[in-house]
């Protein structure tokens, strides 16, 4: 009996040993010793009220002097601050005053009070969290770039470090810290209202720019974020963009293949990069609201990850837990669930009963002190980070940058950049000098339209009054090929005061009439600019008005060009054999009309990309990276049938004035494992007689796979500028683990086998000579 028990205690300890848990990740942030010794200092010293409070987060408007923010000119109420910040002791406030646009000196003057309240109330600055989406967003006269779609269409990371750079300089002119951006959701589905907010579908270009963005926004030391920088908020943590009515806020559906190797990376390479917190998807996953799933906030991404940044809730999104998602019975039990799975701070935002009933969660032993103590900790932590507690409040004269030349320049540039030539038959563009041009359609004289939601309001509806001094794409033509020569019409228009989608009674006639007067036609098409769930539609087809007006200006027989400006592909198959060109503009900000004006003139050569798939019939959406399967030819037998994915133009694609020859494509070893890394160059030459910028993509086939391989996958790009005649030899590297999937046990798998590499039309084979499986959850 002694022997089995002994024996019995061996394998048991060898089981042990077997299963032990395996070596944490590396920290995505390296600890800081002195933050970390003051962060356990203040928090020994908190009351739970205290502590509660830190975890608490309201609107501006809570504020507010009663009727203030209608009228315009929002004044803190002196009773409010007391109540909120004296009595529960909340830690962060957020958004503008009626979701409008403030100068940098009304800034000043909310966050001065607003620090002033929370050091002598409780000793620790408030951390103040504004949406500047796509630049200057919420501070009036500051910079706005393109939106993030655009910046995915340059396929240039210097481009988004920059934007990233200018515009944490301008948000910190108005002592604001924090940025609920970047979003790096992955746009797969082009019915979401929010697919313009990312950086496309495909989750490497997503990755590659978060990164960017975070260095931009934060610095490379996230420890030490300085004077000119401030703390990103990655979002919307995760597969929010792949919700399966594509509707806003609507289940998704994802396997744990694709949401850990698609859906997940941006985020893990922006936390490796240093972020320092993250909002959550306010939808579910597989059917667990992401807001109360501990295995992905507390399982993937703060443990896994090894990251002591810190979680925060979308509007209202632990309410939403029993209002929408009916996990929770009630408020109380939402936020129980919502604490435990791993939410560090809740956007509440209008009513402070969460800190009274979190309060009564931890007396009752339904939250663990321990957990309040981490994500209070988290909330100290990136107060420190920032130096809140040194400077909470910034002077606006420190900042004398803003809103300059120097900073429109680089909007300017990126605006150039991320605008797309789909078509261009018989060379119609650059235009000739000397045309006459008629510019329509309802987005020709709009700069809301070229902005798009976020943009000085929520739903983008003050950018024509705050963004006047810019030019609108009719203004821009006018200033660029001369009053004279340009005629505006535009036969469509937009109802401003209506839902986003409404239009007023056409006047088509006036437009075909002034066009037998003209030798070129610009129809300025798309949508009027919403944001989140108001800008869930129905059908993807342009409206009836807009279809019809290129209809008929099309039997004038003058040439068209179609210029697109949305924020999502509108199926426009019907009309697009009437068009001689096509641009897409998207959503290209401020300078957009500039830009535009720029690149058919000629002055600049178009370099913009499609970060994503453009559909062509309502019916038939998908990705660039789907499967073997959707694309076939005919089968053999009684069930002869065939499948084919139809895009109007394809991931990657745009046309340029100048051409670019690829060869030589090579790499420096044929045969690899998943230690290796690949070095591969291709020359390009431009073989046209103008200068061109020409994205260098480098895609990847799996030929045969356990699971079913996607057809390719984006690895690597590289932009480069060639002059006419020159030929440049550009050079990418792939590691080996990066042609790693997730397989069917969820666990990464690199497996030996063939594969495909290509650049342009060139096609080099490389093989992997051995299987590497990973027992981490992530390489």
Same mark, same amino acid.
């Given at each position: 009996?002694?022997?089995?028990?002994?024996?019995?205690?061996?394998?048991?300890?060898?089981?042990?040993?077997?299963?032990?848990?395996?070596?944490?990740?590396?920290?995505?942030?390296?600890?800081?010793?002195?933050?970390?010794?003051?962060?356990?200092?203040?928090?020994?010293?908190?009351?739970?009220?205290?502590?509660?409070?830190?975890?608490?987060?309201?609107?501006?408007?809570?504020?507010?002097?009663?009727?203030? @923010?209608?009228?315009?000119?929002?004044?803190?109420?002196?009773?409010?601050?007391?109540?909120?910040?004296?009595?529960?002791?909340?830690?962060?406030?957020?958004?503008?005053?009626?979701?409008?646009?403030?100068?940098?000196? /009304?800034?000043?003057?909310?966050?001065?009070?607003?620090?002033?309240?929370?050091?002598?109330?409780?000793?620790?600055?408030?951390?103040?969290?504004?949406?500047?989406?796509?630049?200057?967003?919420?501070?009036?006269?500051?910079?706005?770039?393109?939106?993030?779609?655009?910046?995915?269409?340059?396929?240039?990371?210097?481009?988004?470090?920059?934007?990233? *750079?200018?515009?944490?300089?301008?948000?910190?002119?108005?002592?604001?810290?924090?940025?609920?951006?970047?979003?790096?959701?992955?746009?797969?589905?082009?019915?979401?209202?929010?697919?313009?907010? #990312?950086?496309?579908?495909?989750?490497?270009?997503?990755?590659?720019?978060?990164?960017?963005?975070?260095?931009?926004?934060?610095?490379?030391?996230?420890?030490?974020?300085?004077?000119?920088?401030?703390?990103?908020?990655?979002?919307?943590?995760?597969?929010?963009?792949?919700?399966?009515?594509?509707?806003?806020?609507?289940?998704?559906?994802?396997?744990?293949?694709?949401?850990?190797? !698609?859906?997940?990376?941006?985020?893990?390479?922006?936390?490796?990069?240093?972020?320092?917190?993250?909002?959550? #998807?306010?939808?579910?996953?597989?059917?667990?609201?992401?807001?109360?799933?501990?295995?992905?906030?507390?399982?993937?991404?703060?443990?896994?990850?090894?990251?002591?940044?810190?979680?925060?809730?979308?509007?209202?999104?632990?309410?939403?837990?029993?209002?929408?998602?009916?996990?929770?019975?009630?408020?109380?039990?939402?936020?129980?669930?919502?604490? &435990?799975?791993?939410?560090?701070?809740?956007?509440?935002?209008?009513?402070?009963?969460?800190?009274?009933?979190?309060? =009564?969660?931890?007396?009752?032993?339904?939250?663990?002190?321990?957990?309040?103590?981490?994500?209070?900790?988290?909330?100290?932590?990136?107060?420190?980070?920032?130096?809140?507690?040194?400077?909470?409040?910034?002077?606006?004269?420190?900042?004398?940058?803003?809103?300059?030349?120097?900073?429109?320049?680089?909007?300017?540039?990126?605006? =150039? =950049?991320?605008?797309?030539?789909?078509?261009? *038959?018989?060379?119609?563009?650059?235009?000739?000098?000397?045309?006459?041009?008629?510019?329509?359609?309802?987005?020709?004289?709009?700069?809301?339209?070229?902005?798009?939601?976020?943009?000085?309001?929520?739903?983008?509806?003050?950018?024509?009054?705050?963004?006047? !001094?810019?030019?609108?794409?009719? *203004?821009?033509?006018?200033?660029?090929?001369?009053?004279?020569?340009?005629?505006?019409?535009?036969?469509?228009?937009?109802?401003?005061?209506?839902?986003?989608? *409404?239009?007023?009674?056409?006047?088509?006639?006036?437009?075909?009439?002034?066009a037998r007067n003209v030798d070129m036609i610009f129809a300025c098409i798309g949508e009027n600019s919403y944001c989140e769930t108001?800008?869930?539609?129905?059908?993807?087809?342009?409206?009836?008005?807009?279809?019809?007006?290129?209809?008929?200006?099309?039997?004038?027989?003058?040439?068209?060009?179609?210029?697109?400006?949305?924020?999502?592909?509108?199926?426009?198959?019907?009309?697009?054999?009437?068009?001689?060109?096509?641009?897409?503009?998207?959503?290209?900000?401020?300078?957009?009309?500039?830009?535009?004006? &720029?690149?058919?003139?000629?002055?600049?050569?178009?370099?913009?990309?499609?970060?994503?798939?453009?559909?062509?019939?309502?019916?038939?959406?998908?990705?660039?990276?789907?499967?073997?399967?959707?694309?076939?030819?005919?089968?053999?037998?009684?069930? #002869?049938?065939?499948?084919?994915?139809?895009?109007?133009?394809?991931?990657?694609?745009?046309?340029?004035?100048?051409?670019?020859?690829?060869?030589?494509?090579?790499?420096? !070893?044929?045969?690899?494992?998943?230690?290796?890394?690949?070095?591969?160059?291709?020359?390009?030459?431009?073989?046209?007689?103008?200068?061109?910028?020409?994205?260098?993509?480098?895609?990847?086939?799996?030929?045969?796979?356990?699971?079913?391989?996607?057809?390719?996958?984006?690895? &690597?790009?590289?932009?480069?500028?060639?002059?006419?005649?020159?030929?440049?030899? @550009?050079?990418?590297?792939?590691?080996?683990?990066?042609?790693?999937?997730?397989?069917?046990?969820?666990?990464?798998?690199?497996?030996?086998?063939?594969?495909?590499?290509?650049?342009?039309?060139?096609?080099?084979?490389?093989?992997?000579?051995?299987? /590497?499986?990973?027992?981490?959850? &992530?390489?």
């Open positions: 009996m002694k022997r089995i028990f002994i024996f019995l205690l061996a394998v048991a300890f060898l089981q042990a040993c077997n299963s032990s848990p395996q070596k944490s990740a590396e920290p995505a942030i390296p600890k800081d010793a002195e933050i970390e010794q003051k962060v356990e200092a203040l928090l020994s010293e908190m009351t739970l009220e205290e502590k509660i409070g830190q975890m608490t987060q309201l609107t501006i408007d809570v504020l507010g002097v009663p009727g203030s @923010v209608h009228q315009g000119d929002f004044q803190l109420s002196e009773a409010l601050l007391d109540t909120v910040i004296g009595k529960y002791k909340v830690g962060s406030i957020l958004n503008t005053p009626g979701t409008t646009a403030q100068t940098r000196d /009304k800034w000043h003057e909310i966050i001065s009070k607003i620090q002033e309240k929370s050091l002598e109330e409780i000793g620790i600055p408030a951390i103040y969290g504004l949406d500047q989406i796509h630049g200057s967003t919420y501070i009036l006269d500051g910079t706005m770039f393109p939106q993030t779609l655009n910046m995915g269409a340059t396929f240039n990371r210097s481009l988004v470090h920059r934007g990233g *750079e200018i515009t944490a300089y301008e948000t910190k002119a108005g002592s604001v810290p924090w940025t609920f951006a970047p979003t790096v959701d992955l746009g797969r589905d082009a019915r979401w209202p929010r697919m313009w907010e #990312n950086y496309g579908e495909d989750a490497l270009l997503n990755a590659e720019m978060a990164h960017e963005a975070v260095i931009g926004h934060q610095g490379d030391d996230p420890n030490n974020v300085g004077k000119e920088q401030i703390a990103v908020c990655m979002k919307h943590y995760m597969g929010y963009g792949a919700s399966v009515s594509g509707k806003d806020r609507t289940p998704a559906i994802i396997s744990e293949q694709q949401l850990r190797e !698609k859906h997940f990376a941006p985020f893990k390479e922006a936390i490796e990069a240093g972020a320092l917190s993250v909002m959550v #998807n306010s939808g579910s996953v597989n059917g667990v609201p992401v807001h109360a799933s501990y295995e992905l906030l507390t399982e993937w991404l703060k443990e896994d990850l090894n990251w002591d940044g810190m979680v925060v809730t979308d509007w209202a999104d632990i309410n939403n837990l029993y209002t929408r998602e009916k996990t929770a019975a009630d408020k109380k039990d939402a936020i129980k669930q919502a604490i &435990n799975a791993g939410i560090d701070m809740a956007m509440e935002p209008y009513n402070w009963d969460f800190c009274v009933l979190l309060k =009564e969660l931890v007396e009752d032993g339904e939250v663990k002190m321990s957990r309040i103590d981490d994500a209070v900790r988290r909330v100290l932590r990136m107060k420190y980070r920032l130096g809140l507690f040194e400077t909470p409040v910034y002077e606006v004269e420190d900042f004398p940058l803003f809103g300059g030349e120097e900073f429109g320049k680089a909007a300017l540039q990126a605006a =150039e =950049e991320s605008i797309v030539l789909l078509k261009n *038959e018989d060379d119609v563009l650059p235009l000739v000098d000397g045309k006459r041009i008629l510019v329509t359609g309802p987005n020709a004289n709009s700069m809301r339209t070229l902005n798009g939601g976020w943009s000085y309001t929520w739903q983008g509806t003050g950018a024509d009054k705050f963004a006047a !001094k810019h030019n609108t794409i009719q *203004e821009a033509f006018k200033a660029r090929f001369g009053s004279s020569k340009v005629v505006y019409e535009p036969g469509v228009t937009y109802d401003n005061d209506g839902q986003y989608w *409404e239009e007023n009674e056409p006047e088509i006639e006036k437009a075909v009439a002034a108001p800008g869930n539609l129905n059908d993807l087809t342009l409206s009836e008005n807009q279809l019809n007006l290129v209809k008929a200006l099309s039997k004038t027989g003058k040439p068209i060009v179609l210029v697109i400006n949305s924020g999502r592909p509108r199926v426009l198959s019907e009309i697009e054999p009437l068009a001689d060109a096509v641009v897409n503009v998207m959503l290209p900000g401020n300078f957009g009309g500039d830009a535009l004006a &720029n690149l058919v003139s000629g002055d600049v050569n178009f370099s913009g990309k499609l970060p994503f798939s453009y559909p062509k019939a309502v019916n038939s959406l998908g990705s660039y990276d789907y499967k073997p399967s959707e694309q076939t030819g005919m089968m053999e037998g009684a069930y #002869n049938y065939n499948s084919q994915m139809s895009f109007q133009w394809a991931f990657g694609y745009g046309l340029s004035y100048t051409d670019f020859d690829y060869s030589n494509l090579s790499v420096d !070893k044929s045969s690899f494992t998943a230690g290796d890394e690949l070095t591969f160059t291709v020359d390009v030459t431009n073989t046209g007689d103008v200068v061109g910028k020409e994205s260098v993509l480098l895609f990847s086939s799996d030929l045969v796979a356990s699971l079913t391989p996607d057809v390719r996958r984006l690895r &690597n790009f590289e932009k480069v500028e060639i002059q006419p005649g020159e030929t440049k030899t @550009v050079t990418m590297t792939l590691k080996g683990s990066d042609l790693a999937f997730v397989g069917a046990d969820g666990k990464w798998i690199l497996e030996e086998g063939d594969f495909k590499v290509q650049v342009g039309e060139e096609v080099v084979d490389v093989v992997c000579a051995e299987t /590497k499986k990973w027992e981490t959850p &992530n390489i």
